[in-house]
Nanobody
């Protein structure tokens, strides 16, 4: 069973940046898509960004375009660089692994526990 562990969350002021990491056990991401999702208090979990390991193709939610970047980190890690953060970006951020590069949450079958991101105004 693959294990995904997110890190890098925290408290930041509006306009600041955070870099989230998703670490996987073993050869976790080869031939898979990796996505980031988030869930704000009282809201459904929503798609943020995704890419296919080994590919230049990525997808972003409209609100993430131009501010967030998903990329391959060190071995078996995926990062989400978040710049120009806004209070509405406050949420728990989850990484997930799936077979297809998609924005659809149900297509991702392995999930981490999440990391809290709080953006103060």
């Amino acid at each position: 069973q693959v294990q995904l562990v997110e890190s890098g969350g925290g408290l930041v002021q509006a306009g600041g940046s955070l870099r989230l990491s998703c670490a996987g056990s073993g050869r976790t991401f080869s031939n898979y898509a990796v996505g980031w999702f988030r869930q704000a208090p009282g809201k459904d979990r929503e798609f943020v960004a995704a890419f296919r390991w080994g590919s230049r193709i990525s997808k972003y939610a409209e609100g993430a375009k131009g501010r967030f970047t998903i990329s391959r980190g060190d071995a078996n890690t995926v990062t989400l660089q978040m710049n120009s953060l806004k209070p509405e970006d406050t949420a728990i951020y989850f990484c997930a692994r799936g077979s297809s590069l998609t924005t659809v949450e149900s297509e991702y079958t392995s999930w981490g526990q999440g990391t809290q991101v709080t953006v103060s105004s």
